[in-house]
Structures are given as structure tokens and as C-alpha cells.
């Protein structure tokens, strides 16, 4: 057996807190003590006996508190406090008046003091450590960051968890948020203390769901990537945000997914951007699908209830006196959920399936998603693809000068017709323009329509394009009206490729295409 040596101290800094350090080492003897169960070692120190015995008392000591830990480290943190003028209850309500009295005190420019301590407060500082805390705070509410001890941002951020000097919810976020980008990279431990309290305000103050424009608000990215995974996910499937802070939701969504699309060759010379847009919309109906269907988006659908929400103690670690005193939030990071990663990466793999199809592709990708869920994939994408092709055309502008030449000429062209006169009738030159270019054969449609279904068209447009079924039945009175516009369209299929009249519920309105 190895003999043992170890020491126990205690330390007090400067700051009067108190911690309890014990260092155990275990060294070999030299080789010409070397102890072994043949021959005992006869002369071994009493300072090591005694040092045995009191590691043997540690032992016993570590098993109960470990049998209790939570009772006993209660009870050394209120020791410390006790230390630092005040029971951890009373230090934390007093922490609260002093916050509130000070919440709009600033202070003329002063000179840097450094400040260390656990659980910093207003007691704790010295009246040159105050006088810099609050020109330093003043600074940082308008923005600017200058260098400073680590103690001050905490003291700061435990006024901005409380509700001291923040105009609401949503702008004490924005400012914890503001602090942590701000000073992350000159004190690197912000980021284990900031992920648990950012996802403890979203929990209490959000219920678990950002608001719609705060993302792009916070405008530092590796924020946003160090916030709660699920609430960021929910968040761009259930928004119409575009980019965050620069870059595409896709990119983050991609966290959850074993494919990487930005690497396939067949998307990179396809179009990347487009196949982006595509999923997104696609991710965003799954989303609204599921929830029509159960009631349950795609988190709630593919990480089970059990597996997802977790009450905690909030802001562990830091001086917090307000209510709810415990937060709901996920106990794991999403993105490493083996379920969920599966069903992104199938959804991620069917739509590029079929972008392949539709570009004429033969090899397809292994999707394995619901057959239900696919299906309705499929027929959404189909009906954006039409819609965006329908987008593209060239919009056609109603001139309501010509719509009138052209009912004359209609009328002319329609009496010639009668008497075999045809070729006499000059019909009225139209300008080259790009309305024009598009309608190329407007004479040849305006020669289809009868007088009434060209003053339909005039009446619509003189009615900003759009009217009521009512008011339009009551215009042409003892006309069949919907026969009329079904005509007009028929014709405008023949030039145009599509119709010109669309109804929406009970309006008709002229298509802009």
C-alpha cells in the first residue's frame, strides 16, 4: 500500500469569503523505505498515522454529506452569506431594496476600481468600487462596453433577471443578450452561467416561445446559438422570419440534421438559396400540419413528454428574489435528440428527392418519412412551384383608355363581322410598351368578348380592380354574370395562359400576372 500525505486549509481572501480547501497527495516511498506485506515497515511517522486517521474521519464525513448534499451545501452557502452581512434570505431581499434605490443612480466619470467576490452586491463594494459600478452602468445602458471586473457584469446581470432598469420583458432580454455578447470573449466562463439563465427568462418571461422579431434584435449570432435549441427552433418554424443576423434559419435547423445539404453536389449546382427557401416553407407547413392533425408541433411530436421538460431552481447560482422561483426547460440539448434528428434529416433528404425530380434527376436519396407526411410535402411544394411560376409572369396593367377603344373596336369588328366587312376595320394602334409586349394579341382577345364582358372588365377596374359578388350582380342586372367572367377567362386562357377574373370568397378582382 502507498502511505499518504495531505494537508487541510482553510482560506479567507480579501473579499471575506470563505472557502474550504483540502488536498490529498499520494506519494510512493523511496525505494529503500519501500513498505510491503512481507516486511511492515516498523518506523512509520506518527504525523502519517495521524494523517490517516484523519482521512479516514474525511470518509466518513464525504458519505454523509453526499447522503445529504443538498441540506449541507444550503447551509454552507448560508454560512457564507452570514459572513457577507446577512442570511442568504435577507441578503437576497436586501439586494432587491438597494436595486430598486439604485436602479436610476449614475455617477460622474470615475476611475477603474477592480471587485472580486461570490455573489456580488451593493454592501460588498467600496464607495470607489460604487462610484465606478454606476458610471460604468450608465456606459453600458448606452451601449458602450468598456473593460471592467468580472463581479460588475454579475451584480449587473442579477439587476437585469430581477427587473431593475428594463422597460419590459422583452428589452431585459435584449439586454442580458447585449451584456453577454459584449463581454463573452473577455471572460469566456459567461457562457456557462448565461445559456442556463437565458433559458430560464425565456422559460419564465416567453413560456418557452420568443417573440417575433427578438432574434434579429439580439444581432450577434453565436448568441443565438448558445440560446435553448427548442426555442429557437420553434421560433423560425413558427415566425415568418427571413435571416437571422445574417444567416439563413436553414443553417441553424441544419443542427438538427445528420445531412449536410450545403454540401451536396447535386443542391450546389442547382441552386442553394432556392433549395433553402424550400425547406424552410416545407419545415414551416410540417409544423402548422402536425398542430392541425394532434395538436403538436414537430418537437412535441418526436421527443416524448417524459423526455423533454424539467422544473428547476431559476437562475441557479445567482441572487434572484423574484417570482415564479422555478423554471420549466428542457433538460437536454435538442439538436442531439436521436429521434428528432432523424425525421429532419428524412425531411431534408425528401425535399431535395423531389428538387431531383423535378429537375429531371433518376438517383433519389434514402428518405424514410412518414408516408402521410411525405405525401403532403410533395403536394405543397407542387402548388408553391406553380405558384412561384405563376409569379414570374409579367404583371398586366388594365389602361382603362384602352379597355375603351378596344370595346369600341370589339363592337365595330363584331358588326363587320355580320356584313363580311372585316378587313376594312383599322383597329387603334397600341404604344410599344412592355404591357404591350406581354399582351401581344390583345386585339385578338378583346375580339372574343361581347360588349357586356369587356364592360365587366372596365367596371371591375374602374372599381380598383376589385368588387363584390353583390355589387357586381346588381351593375349588370338580369345578366348572368358568372357565365360572363367564365367566358372572359376561357378567352384569356387562350392569349395569356391563364385567367383574369379571380374570386376570393365574394369579391372578384382582376389577376395581376
Known amino acids: 500500500m502507498w502511505p499518504l500525505r495531505g494537508r487541510i486549509e482553510i482560506i479567507m481572501n480579501d473579499d471575506e469569503l470563505y472557502t474550504i480547501e483540502i488536498n490529498i497527495d499520494t506519494v510512493p516511498l523511496k525505494d529503500d523505505l519501500e513498505v510491503t506485506k512481507e516486511k511492515p515497515r516498523a518506523d512509520i511517522d506518527d504525523s502519517v498515522k495521524a494523517l490517516a486517521d484523519k482521512l479516514s474521519e474525511l470518509s466518513k464525513a464525504a458519505a454523509l454529506i453526499k447522503k445529504d448534499n443538498k441540506d449541507t451545501f444550503d447551509r454552507l452557502r448560508e454560512v457564507i452569506f452570514s459572513k457577507n452581512k446577512g442570511a442568504v434570505k435577507d441578503t437576497r431581499e436586501r439586494f432587491i431594496e438597494q436595486a430598486e434605490e439604485f436602479a436610476d443612480k449614475t455617477e460622474e466619470p470615475a476611475p477603474f476600481v477592480p471587485f472580486r467576490g461570490f455573489w456580488p452586491t451593493y454592501e460588498m463594494m467600496s464607495n470607489s468600487q460604487k462610484k465606478w459600478y454606476f458610471f460604468w452602468r450608465s456606459r453600458v445602458r448606452c451601449s458602450d462596453y468598456p473593460d471592467t471586473s468580472l463581479s460588475y457584469i454579475f451584480l449587473y446581470f442579477y439587476e437585469l433577471i430581477n427587473g431593475i432598469g428594463i422597460e419590459d420583458d422583452c428589452d431585459g432580454f435584449l439586454k442580458i443578450c447585449a451584456l453577454w455578447s459584449n463581454y463573452r470573449e473577455r471572460f469566456a466562463e459567461l457562457d456557462g452561467y448565461l445559456r442556463t439563465w437565458s433559458a430560464d427568462y425565456i422559460a419564465i418571461h416567453f413560456e418557452g416561445l420568443l417573440p417575433d422579431y427578438i432574434l434579429n434584435t439580439v444581432g450577434d449570432y453565436t448568441i443565438v446559438e448558445n440560446l435553448p435549441s427548442e426555442a429557437v427552433f420553434s421560433y423560425i418554424l413558427n415566425s415568418n422570419i427571413g435571416d437571422i443576423c445574417?444567416?439563413?434559419?436553414?443553417?441553424?435547423?441544419?443542427?438538427?440534421?445528420?445531412?449536410?445539404?450545403?454540401?451536396?453536389?447535386?443542391?450546389?449546382?442547382?441552386?442553394?438559396?432556392?433549395?433553402?427557401?424550400?425547406?424552410?416553407?416545407?419545415?414551416?407547413?410540417?409544423?402548422?400540419?402536425?398542430?392541425?392533425?394532434?395538436?403538436?408541433?414537430?418537437?412535441?411530436?418526436?421527443?416524448?413528454?417524459?423526455?423533454?421538460?424539467?422544473?428547476?431552481?431559476?437562475?441557479?447560482?445567482?441572487?434572484?428574489?423574484?417570482?415564479?422561483?422555478?423554471?420549466?426547460?428542457?433538460?437536454?440539448?435538442?439538436?442531439?435528440?436521436?429521434?428528432?434528428?432523424?425525421?429532419?434529416?428524412?425531411?431534408?433528404?425528401?425535399?431535395?428527392?423531389?428538387?431531383?425530380?423535378?429537375?429531371?434527376?433518376?438517383?433519389?436519396?434514402?428518405?424514410?418519412?412518414?408516408?402521410?407526411?411525405?405525401?403532403?410535402?410533395?403536394?405543397?411544394?407542387?402548388?408553391?412551384?406553380?405558384?412561384?411560376?405563376?409569379?414570374?409572369?409579367?404583371?398586366?396593367?388594365?389602361?382603362?383608355?384602352?379597355?375603351?377603344?378596344?370595346?369600341?373596336?370589339?363592337?365595330?369588328?363584331?358588326?363587320?363581322?355580320?356584313?363580311?366587312?372585316?378587313?376594312e376595320i383599322e383597329l387603334p394602334k397600341i404604344e410599344d410598351t412592355e404591357t404591350v409586349e406581354v399582351i401581344s394579341d390583345a386585339d385578338d382577345f378583346v375580339s372574343k368578348l361581347s360588349s357586356l364582358q369587356a364592360e365587366i372588365i372596365l367596371y371591375i377596374n374602374e372599381n380598383k380592380g376589385s368588387v363584390t359578388e353583390n355589387l357586381l350582380a346588381e351593375k349588370f342586372k338580369g345578366n348572368f354574370v358568372q357565365m360572363e367572367i367564365d367566358a372572359i377567362n376561357e378567352a384569356a386562357m387562350d392569349y395569356y395562359g391563364d385567367i383574369l377574373i379571380d374570386t376570393d370568397g365574394e369579391f372578384y378582382f382582376l389577376q395581376e400576372f
Request: proline share 2%; aromatic share 10%.
Open 246 to 423: 445574417g444567416k439563413s434559419p436553414v443553417e441553424y435547423i441544419s443542427k438538427f440534421s445528420g445531412y449536410s445539404y450545403s454540401k451536396s453536389t447535386f443542391l450546389k449546382n442547382h441552386d442553394v438559396k432556392s433549395a433553402e427557401n424550400e425547406l424552410l416553407s416545407a419545415l414551416r407547413f410540417i409544423e402548422n400540419y402536425l398542430r392541425s392533425q394532434s395538436g403538436k408541433g414537430i418537437i412535441e411530436t418526436y421527443i416524448p413528454e417524459s423526455a423533454r421538460k424539467v422544473n428547476r431552481i431559476a437562475y441557479a447560482n445567482a441572487i434572484y428574489c423574484r417570482k415564479p422561483k422555478y423554471a420549466e426547460t428542457f433538460s437536454f440539448d435538442c439538436t442531439s435528440h436521436k429521434e428528432l434528428r432523424a425525421f429532419i434529416t428524412a425531411v431534408y433528404k425528401h425535399i431535395e428527392n423531389i428538387i431531383r425530380i423535378r429537375t429531371g434527376k433518376k438517383v433519389l436519396l434514402k428518405a424514410e418519412v412518414p408516408k402521410d407526411i411525405a405525401d403532403e410535402i410533395t403536394t405543397y411544394l407542387k402548388e408553391n412551384n406553380r405558384k412561384a411560376e405563376y409569379e414570374k409572369r409579367t404583371k398586366i396593367e388594365v389602361d382603362a383608355t384602352r379597355i375603351k377603344d378596344l370595346i369600341r373596336s370589339s363592337n365595330e369588328i363584331r358588326d363587320k363581322l355580320l356584313d363580311g366587312t372585316q378587313e
